[in-house]
């Protein structure tokens, strides 16, 4: 605050000196832009134009280095396409240029930009933009409805910096935004942000699907669930997993890490959390106040922040919202990981690991599955292709997508010896839960997994999906060979 008024008060200094003649010879080439700029009604000016560099989620475009305002064209394609929401689940999203969220816009403060709207040919919808970043009717949506096949054009100026988000504004607004027609756009304020070493682009939504969190095919949105603010899935990136395993964030010991937080909602608002991190600072609410050793950020529905961290000690960093079932049941899971040298001055690892068993501790139970009773399998592929929906519904959130688990939590199910030594034992874990310690592929777990209620057909089926999946050894098992396993494997 106090910054850019100086800087404003410096303008207006130079402003006057320069209309009395006295610097005549200006050498910098900054001043005269702003100059010019602040001159707008006397002079007409003219402003550098630059085509906008435009990214998709999690990439960031480079920082803007420039010390003046330019005309920035922005050019920004709605397409509606078919996507992966999660393992085996498709979903007709539309988006703002090809992907959920939307491509992430950045520009400067007093920048004017000329912002193209283009609606693919093959749309069946018309579209337009609503930018939280316009002053001015609808935020643009006033002036945006475009047709499919068609191109409308608008210019605004970014009277105010903070990272803001656009959404598509067309009747009915609650469907478009629910399908995915959300993105960020940054105006960077004239001093520009502190340099950092690593940005990324994170934005949650929520989606509402005919069918229930994993239910196999192509779902298609689900009025009543999303009237009922009763989402099937809550993500981060358009899609379970879109930052998980391979597709997780990296960083180095020692980067300063900003990420660009949004909410698209339509309806949640989201608690942004990093597990085991510390916000340094977070711009609340992406305007310029900034708070600071924050644990977790509210990001509401239509709103965004940005988090910064500097990543101290290596591991992989789970980002989450802390509506915590939204997290590990429907999607709202992303990671950081992060490499480098240990500092056993701030995280030591774990010193101690003993058994401590008072009297009374018991197996948790989770609630029965919801795979339909009906689903009976009369040969392995049958079992395959069940096996898989039982695995999303009731093992994914813990055992992960690709069965890798999470390090010192979940243990892997993907090339697992300790299931591929003995499978009987393993259907006996599946239907009774386990806890205490186990060693799987040299690490050791001491935690409970659940006694799922599963008949024998349907541990049959999500084991036999198990067994032939994430090279582990194959074979069938049969709901004749868990209830003998069941008996065999019993504590
Ligand atoms: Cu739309």
Redesign the pocket.
Known sequence: MKRSTISRALQYAALAIYSAGILSSCSSQTTQAEIAEKNADVAPKELPVIEAELTDAPNVPAPITRKHAAKVVVKLE?TEVVKKMADGVDYTF?TFGGSVPGKFIRIRQNDEVEFHLMNHPDSK?P??IDLHAVTGPGGGAASTFTAPGQETVFNFKALNPGLYVYH?A?APVGM?IANG?YGLILVEPEEGLPKVDKEFYVMQGDFYTKGDFGTPGLQPFDMQKALDENPSYVVFNGSVGALTGDNALTAKVGDNVRMFVGNGGPNLISSFHVIGEIFDKVYAEGGTTVNEHIQTTLVPAGGAAITEFKADVPGTYVLVDHSIFRAFNKGALGMLKVEGNEDKNIYSGQLVQKIYQPEGSTVQEMPQSKAPAAAFASNKEMRLELGKTLYAQNCQACHQAEGQGIKGAFPPLAKSDYLNADVNRAIGVVAHGLEGQIKVNGELYNSTMPKLKLTDEEIANVMTYVMNNWSNKGGEVTPDQVKKAKTTYKH
């Open positions: 709605v539309w919808n579209h337009n598509c067309t478009h027609m």
